[in-house]
């Protein structure tokens, strides 16, 4: 297999051998970009037919996205943490990758999928209101950009290009791409993102526990599936160097929701991460409806148990039988 010149593998080092490829064997797009960048060449490159001769050897190669390329949509990841968990089987482990030579090819920047009735458009996971921005600053992300589904009206370089003296390079040879349904695609890509963030907020030795606890209490409520719960958390811990195992917290909020006991739901993750800003744009990465209102005109000395604050509604009860002498 890799000695067919056909193949992208042998074809890292020949743009236009790559062209050939992408354009007779997959049905592409192409796209030429400037050296060492991925800027177009030109303006007209959505409506541009061109052919592997029109390469020149220092150029670099795009694929036009979407439509025009089969349905074929480019998932980017732009933070380690989504490169890392995007690996596991509930995510995009099973997605052909490619990366900047520099990355450990566990953790690739792309993954290609056939997604045919996906929108048109770059569909972003990102924090975009400055409330959110300012909430998630101590978290360091190298953008408030998650990932991205780029599934039309858009281009991505391709192997072999060249980005800032990096090449991209394919984690293994390009077999058949698989295809999802667009629902799926955005569920999957809505739960990475959310776990990607949860991440992020690893807390010091000391408190890791607890952090367990209520993610997998978050997970859960969300409805998130219990086994796929628990290979997300131990994602996390083996990303984080955790040698304990984290094993069976998913399995016992789920137990406890089943019981109808009370389960640590995301308000109590955003308390914990510090994260309250971003609960609109969480909830709906999870596919999860806005929390119900806290607030409510109450006769006195009465508490709202539609709270989801565990700690909060606790405190309120506590101090009710403190000041009623009911205790």
């Given at each position: 297999?890799?000695?067919?010149?056909?193949?992208?593998?042998?074809?890292?080092?020949?743009?236009?051998?790559?062209?050939?490829?992408?354009?007779?064997?997959?049905?592409?797009?192409?796209?030429?970009?400037?050296?060492?960048?991925?800027?177009?060449?030109?303006?007209?490159?959505?409506?541009?037919?061109?052919?592997?001769?029109?390469?020149?050897?220092?150029?670099?190669?795009?694929?036009?996205?979407?439509?025009?390329?089969?349905?074929?949509?480019?998932?980017?990841?732009?933070?380690?943490?989504?490169?890392?968990?995007?690996?596991?089987?509930?995510?995009?482990?099973?997605?052909?990758?490619?990366?900047?030579?520099?990355?450990?090819?566990?953790?690739?920047?792309?993954?290609?999928?056939?997604?045919?009735?996906?929108?048109?458009?770059?569909?972003?996971?990102?924090?975009?209101?400055?409330?959110?921005?300012?909430?998630?600053?101590?978290?360091?992300?190298?953008?408030?950009?998650i990932l991205e589904v780029r599934a039309g009206k858009a281009q991505?370089?391709?192997?072999?290009?060249?980005?800032?003296?990096?090449?991209?390079?394919?984690?293994?040879?390009?077999?058949?791409?698989?295809?999802?349904t667009w629902e799926d695609l955005a569920r999957r890509a809505g739960?990475?993102?959310?776990?990607?963030?949860?991440?992020?907020?690893?807390?010091?030795?000391?408190?890791?526990?607890?952090?367990?606890?209520?993610?997998?209490?978050?997970?859960?409520?969300?409805?998130?599936?219990?086994?796929?719960?628990?290979?997300?958390?131990?994602?996390?811990?083996?990303?984080?160097?955790?040698?304990?195992?984290?094993?069976?917290?998913?399995?016992?909020?789920?137990?406890?929701?089943?019981?109808?006991?009370?389960?640590?739901?995301?308000?109590?993750?955003?308390?914990?991460?510090?994260?309250?800003?971003?609960?609109?744009?969480?909830?709906?990465?999870?596919?999860?409806?806005?929390?119900?209102?806290?607030?409510?005109?109450?006769?006195?000395?009465?508490?709202?148990?539609?709270?989801?604050?565990?700690?909060?509604?606790?405190?309120?009860?506590?101090?009710?039988?403190?000041?009623?002498?009911?205790?």
């Amino acid at each position: 297999m890799t000695n067919d010149p056909g193949r992208p593998e042998s074809a890292n080092d020949d743009v236009r051998t790559a062209a050939r490829y992408f354009q007779d064997e997959r049905g592409w797009r192409l796209v030429r970009l400037r050296p060492r960048t991925k800027q177009p060449i030109g303006k007209g490159w959505q409506n541009a037919e061109l052919k592997p001769a029109d390469f020149r050897p220092e150029d670099n190669i795009g694929i036009q996205l979407g439509k025009k390329s089969d349905g074929l949509v480019d998932i980017d990841f732009d933070c380690e943490q989504a490169r890392v968990l995007a690996g596991l089987g509930c995510f995009f482990g099973h997605l052909p990758a490619f990366r900047r030579q520099s990355l450990p090819p566990d953790a690739p920047g792309h993954r290609l999928v056939l997604c045919r009735d996906a929108p048109d458009e770059v569909t972003k996971f990102a924090f975009t209101r400055a409330k959110e921005k300012a909430a998630i600053e101590r978290l360091r992300l190298p953008k408030a950009v998650i990932l991205e589904v780029r599934a039309g009206k858009a281009q991505t370089a391709f192997p072999p290009s060249v980005l800032d003296g990096d090449r991209l390079v394919w984690n293994a040879p390009l077999g058949a791409i698989p295809e999802m349904t667009w629902e799926d695609l955005a569920r999957r890509a809505g739960l990475l993102a959310f776990c990607a963030v949860a991440a992020c907020c690893y807390p010091s030795e000391g408190a890791r526990n607890d952090y367990y606890l209520i993610l997998a209490g978050a997970l859960v409520h969300a409805g998130i599936d219990v086994e796929i719960a628990e290979e997300i958390i131990r994602a996390i811990a083996d990303m984080n160097g955790d040698e304990e195992d984290r094993g069976g917290m998913a399995r016992a909020a789920a137990a406890k929701e089943a019981a109808r006991q009370p389960v640590t739901g995301l308000p109590r993750f955003l308390e914990v991460s510090g994260l309250q800003d971003c609960e609109s744009r969480l909830r709906e990465w999870l596919g999860q409806k806005a929390a119900p209102p806290t607030t409510s005109t109450l006769p006195a000395n009465a508490i709202d148990i539609r709270n989801p604050n565990i700690v909060q509604r606790t405190r309120l009860i506590e101090d009710l039988i403190f000041v009623t002498g009911l205790g």
